[in-house]
């Protein structure tokens, strides 16, 4: 007896110890569990209930039999506070919230052997480092695209070429001041879009990356930012409270996303978009697995659809993306098309300087500003500090 | 004999008939059973879990890991007198005084004319007005508003018509309340907390009126008092309890409200959305404990002078 529980003993021992990054992983797929809850941007899992035909849910709830659940998040912040809660099985991360949630072991890593569609993935995603650590992937690349510069075409004569329209006072084509007409994301992160802004401008900063900023650099981005208060009446943060305030508030300019600018147009708002020549901030999102999913049969089967639907091809259609597979745009599994891809920014990919979250320990310089002071300095800022 | 006849039935009852005798021979123990379930709601699950939210309000947050540091310290309050977050704490508790007194001079007229003057189908008429409000939606209503007050909106709408676009204007233009559109200013946010508020004022000033006796008013017209010297002398002393439950209301809830200023108003933060954001978006829990800590100091006093004034008689 005594041997064989010194054995057991070791043995039990000796797996705690050692290093097993597959011990979380799942190795097949079973039984679907009946329901999956997702944390997700609005508008990006659709069911048909806001426009028919738009829907990538119903399809994926008749094969699996797998209710799904949605649960909007308006910030990267908020999603990860919603993870940290728990009762999520998958969530759309930013790739300012993605590297929190694998630092704070809130995600689990995925065994891409299991979604057979995971060759179909844009090669310049596969690796991407905001959800690839150490060779390990914590997720499946959702959809991407840029921060567009939204404005109204009665007010511009043409597409503005500068994001100066939304952080200096002028006058626009219509002969009325930029002052009280322009907005700005209320989050920590559009710091960085100030930061992109002067990497253009004042190249003397020596700026190498808006999401590594040493004091000096942090300074004059919050400066900036001062002058933009001054600018701005209300911050958005709500894609549907942006949406109004261009209907109803008189407002010409603004940072957004694709997704504000398609529905303004549906409506016959006269807005488009434009990418200015300092290149634009924007945004990778990636599928994630919640560490401690309820559902993770039903969770690996959605990241299958995911990539293998018609959901690539009509989400980017409706949220005015980039698919994450570039097929998509092009062999008629929804309504996308290349022209459309392009369009969204396909070929962009470059100029764009995807969201992540700024840490104190960055590559490019000895020490950078970390975000719990983006967080409270934003706050100032908006307060008038 | 009458002693013993107790007795016997005890012994022939069943468990619960023993019980209740045990109960009615011992009226004390039958209290602290109904009692305690009560207590323990209010002493563990609300009292205790408002401690615990105190309590980490004397920890403080590593700043390189963002993950807090269990170690007491007063670092998280003196944060709190930093230019920016006092900021927020004055302009919460500046807007909440306006509103409360506002309030306090538009629902004074509307509760005297509901409990002196409306009688019968009147008198319904009144409540409905004042209540129903209350049964739709708050975030209805807070949409409502916005789109009304939107530089597009409504009130723009109808004041161009009547060509007093400039009474407007020249009031947006004033400094610290005004702003490019209603919606967006200070004034916008102000508007909607009166609106939102207004029931929870109007009704403990009526009820306390309700109760101020009309030969007191007559009397004091009797005695040579004009109308003003009797509102100031008879009524308003003895409806004050009314007007001041009715501001630890309107009080309170503009301090904690966290929606309305999400909506309406100039994206600057109040204590509801300083804790919200600390909280729930930066993970920022002990400065989120410290911000609400200053709504319940804040009440604390109010209610405190509230009490000496007599407020709660009228509950």
């Known amino acids: ?385 | 004999m009458t002693q013993v006849q107790p007795a016997h039935f005890t012994s022939a009852g069943g468990i619960g008939t023993r019980l209740s005798d045990i109960l009615w021979r011992h009226p004390r123990l039958l209290i602290a059973l109904l009692l305690l379930p009560p207590a323990l709601w209010l002493g563990v699950i609300y009292l205790g879990s408002l401690f615990a939210l105190l309590a980490q309000s004397f920890f403080s947050i590593d700043h390189f890991t963002g993950l807090v540091k269990y170690e007491f310290t007063l670092s998280t309050y003196a944060q709190l007198i930093r230019p920016s977050n006092f900021d927020i704490i004055l302009r919460t508790v500046v807007m909440a005084f306006c509103v409360s007194l506002t309030s306090a001079v538009i629902s004074f007229p509307i509760a005297y004319f509901a409990a002196r003057y409306a009688r019968g189908a009147w008198r319904a008429v009144f409540y409905l007005g004042i209540m129903m409000p209350l049964w739709s939606s708050y975030l209805v209503k807070i949409y409502a508003w916005k789109l009304i007050l939107a530089k597009e909106g409504i009130l723009t709408w109808a004041l161009q018509k009547l060509h007093l676009e400039w009474v407007l204007d020249a009031f947006l233009a004033l400094p610290v309340i005004g702003g490019n559109s209603l919606s967006v200013s200070t004034a916008g946010t102000f508007i909607v907390f009166v609106y939102v508020w207004l029931p929870f004022m109007i009704l403990p000033i009526q009820a306390a009126l309700e109760r101020v006796p009309p030969s007191m008013l007559e009397a004091s017209g009797d005695l040579g008092a004009t109308p003003a010297q009797t509102f100031r002398h008879v009524l308003l002393p003895l409806a004050l309890p009314g007007v001041v439950a009715g501001s630890i209301f309107t009080f309170s809830l503009t301090l904690g409200d966290y929606i309305i200023p999400q909506i309406i108003g100039t994206s600057r933060l109040f204590i509801g959305q300083a804790v919200y954001q600390h909280q729930g978006i930066a993970g920022n829990i002990p400065l989120a404990a410290a911000f609400a800590m200053v709504p319940i100091a804040i009440m604390g006093l109010y209610l405190w002078a509230a009490k000496r004034m007599g407020a709660f008689d009228a509950l």
């Not at chain 1, 110890?17 to 011990?23: D, I, K, Y």
């Not at chain 1, 529905?263 to 990418?275: E, F, H, M, Q, T």
Request: with cysteine; hydrophobic share 40%.
């Open chain 1, 1 to 385: 007896m005594k041997p064989h529980f010194k054995t057991v003993l070791l043995a039990t021992v000796l797996a705690a110890l050692a290093p097993n990054p597959g011990l979380t992983q799942i190795s097949e797929i079973g039984e679907g569990e009946g329901a999956l809850s997702i944390v997700a941007w609005a508008g990006y899992v659709e069911r048909g209930e806001t426009d028919p035909k738009f829907d990538w849910v119903t399809s994926f709830e008749e094969k699996t039999g797998c209710m799904v659940s949605v649960k909007t998040a308006n910030t990267s912040d908020e999603m990860v506070a919603l993870m940290n809660q728990g009762g999520f099985d998958l969530v759309t991360a930013s790739g300012d919230a993605s590297l929190r949630m694998i630092a704070g072991k809130r995600v689990q890593p995925i065994n891409v052997d299991l979604i057979p569609s995971w060759s179909k993935v844009d090669d310049r995603l596969k690796n991407a480092p905001w959800h690839t650590v150490d060779g390990v992937h914590y997720g499946v690349p959702y959809m991407w695209g840029p921060n567009v510069l939204m404005y109204n075409t009665k007010a511009f004569d043409t597409a503005p070429q500068s994001w100066n329209v939304v952080f200096e006072e002028m006058t626009l084509a219509d002969g009325q001041s930029n002052e009280g007409r322009v907005q700005a994301y209320d989050g920590p992160i559009h710091i960085a879009d100030a930061a992109n802004y002067l990497m253009y401008h004042q190249p003397e900063l020596g700026i190498e990356d808006p999401y590594e900023l040493n004091e000096d650099q942090y300074q004059a981005a919050l400066d900036l930012l001062r002058a933009q208060r001054k600018l701005v009446s209300r911050y958005w943060h709500d894609a549907f409270i942006q949406i109004d305030d261009f209907k109803n508030e008189g407002m010409v300019a603004s940072g957004s996303w694709p997704f504000q600018v398609n529905l303004l147009k549906a409506d016959g708002v006269p807005v488009d978009s434009v990418i200015p020549q300092e290149g634009a901030t924007g945004w990778a999102d990636t599928t994630m697995l919640h560490a401690e999913a309820e559902h993770p049969n039903c969770a690996y089967k959605w990241m299958e659809h995911t990539l293998s639907s018609n959901l690539q091809s009509d989400l980017s259609v409706w949220f005015g993306a980039v698919p994450s597979v570039p097929a998509a745009c092009s062999d008629g599994s929804g309504m996308q098309t290349q022209q459309g891809c392009d369009a969204n920014g396909m070929q962009d990919f470059d100029k764009i300087r995807f969201w992540r979250t700024p840490v104190a320990d960055c590559d490019s310089q000895d020490e950078c500003v970390p975000y719990y002071r983006w967080v409270s300095d934003y706050i100032a800022v908006i307060g008038g500090r």
